[in-house]
């Protein structure tokens, strides 16, 4: 053990340094390369590193399927960067935001072969980061002295898979706290190892950890849960559970900080946009670069078993939650329905969940 970080938290300060606009070095294997995000990139960095080499613009193939460029690769497109391309070109490409208003963005070639993995590694620290995953990438011969001449961050990641799975959350601190549903509320904070946001479990009276605790695993909203949004069904569910769990005397809500589907309050705004443009839930994710769903239920899992329970009644119309409790090693004994919050302005986004994600409603 030393002071220093591990790859784990140079992960985590690789991902901070995207948000600010700062690249960071990228080695795997043999290779390095220097890796900057398209969305913070700036006009001055973009000269200094076009003075390394050629970038090329990393983004996924569901991003590249929107904009006709094929990808070579079912987990990343390699687009190559044209001279004369500004910054404004490279988020143009990255961002839909623009594209009725410009679709022609291309043609745009890319690359084919050769070695996809720090390219893979660099969307997977944008998604990550919450950011539009598009970075871009310029080949560096030594990855450890290009990062400390120009003092950034040397991710190493030989041997090793982003993101890290399973075995991360602490639980942090627990304390009462009386609500409408119960008096007998107690709220715990569980915290990720890799610096990510922090996960909360809400307890309801003292479930007994011998049986199938009445639970619900509810992805943060901020626009359904606080704004009252009518565009989802998200803050009737979080609390119709609460209420049911209220009147059952026990049960436990794990709110998971997976806003938007996993992609961040920022991208799910950008979705919301595209929505207005006439796109679906599902589309409007893809155009951004986004699979259907980028949630990870396996920390709910791992709250449940860090809480002592083995069995759940889980109040979903989510068959994926389902499939991947079982699958993290929770028995989910029954599949408690929750159909609430339904309007004219979430009628069509209910539809899409039913027809393209398996929402059973």
Same mark, same amino acid.
């Given at each position: ?43 001055? *960095? ?143 904070? #569980? ?87 006439? #796109? ?9 670069? #986004? ?5 990870? #239920? ?48 979430? *009628? ?14």
């Amino acid at each position: 053990m030393t002071l220093g970080p591990d790859t784990r938290e140079l992960a985590a300060r690789a991902r901070a340094d995207l948000r600010m606009g700062v690249p960071v070095v990228v080695g795997i294997g043999g290779n390095a390369a220097l890796v900057a995000a398209a969305e913070t990139l700036l006009a001055d *960095r973009l000269a200094i590193l076009r003075s390394f080499g050629a970038p090329v613009l990393a983004i996924t193939p569901r991003r590249a399927e929107t904009l006709k460029a094929r990808a070579y690769s079912d987990h990343v497109a390699r687009v190559v960067v044209p001279e004369e391309a500004d910054v404004a070109w490279i988020q143009n490409v990255a961002d839909p935001a623009d594209d009725l208003m410009m679709p022609l963005k291309g043609p745009l070639q890319t690359e084919r072969g050769g070695d996809e993995d720090i390219a893979r590694a660099a969307l997977t620290l944008t998604k990550g980061a919450h950011l539009l995953p598009a970075a871009i990438l310029v080949p560096v011969a030594d990855g450890p002295a290009t990062a400390a001449a120009h003092g950034l961050t040397w991710l190493d990641l030989t041997g090793i898979t982003l993101p890290w799975e399973g075995g991360t959350l602490t639980e942090v601190a627990a304390a009462r706290v009386p609500m409408e549903v119960s008096k007998a509320g107690r709220l715990h904070v #569980f915290r990720p190892g890799d610096g990510g946001e922090e996960h909360y479990a809400v307890e309801i009276g003292r479930p007994d950890r011998s049986k199938p605790v009445l639970a619900r695993l509810h992805s943060a909203c901020f626009t359904g849960d606080v704004l009252g949004s009518l565009k989802c069904d998200c803050g009737p569910q979080l609390h119709a559970a609460l209420e049911a769990m209220g009147q059952e005397g026990a049960g436990v809500l794990l709110y998971l900080n997976q806003e938007g589907r996993g992609i961040g309050l920022a991208n799910k705004m950008r979705a919301y946009s595209l929505q207005d443009q006439g #796109f679906d839930t599902v589309e409007a994710n893809h155009r951004l670069g #986004f699979e259907d769903d980028e949630r990870d #239920f396996r920390i709910g899992s791992e709250i449940l078993q860090a809480l002592g329970f083995k069995a759940v009644r889980l109040m979903t119309n989510n068959p994926r939650k389902v499939a991947m409790m079982e699958a993290a090693g929770i028995h989910v004994a029954e599949r408690v329905p929750l159909k609430v919050g339904e309007s004219d302005h979430n *009628r069509a986004y209910l539809a899409t969940k039913a027809a393209k994600s398996g929402h059973l409603l």
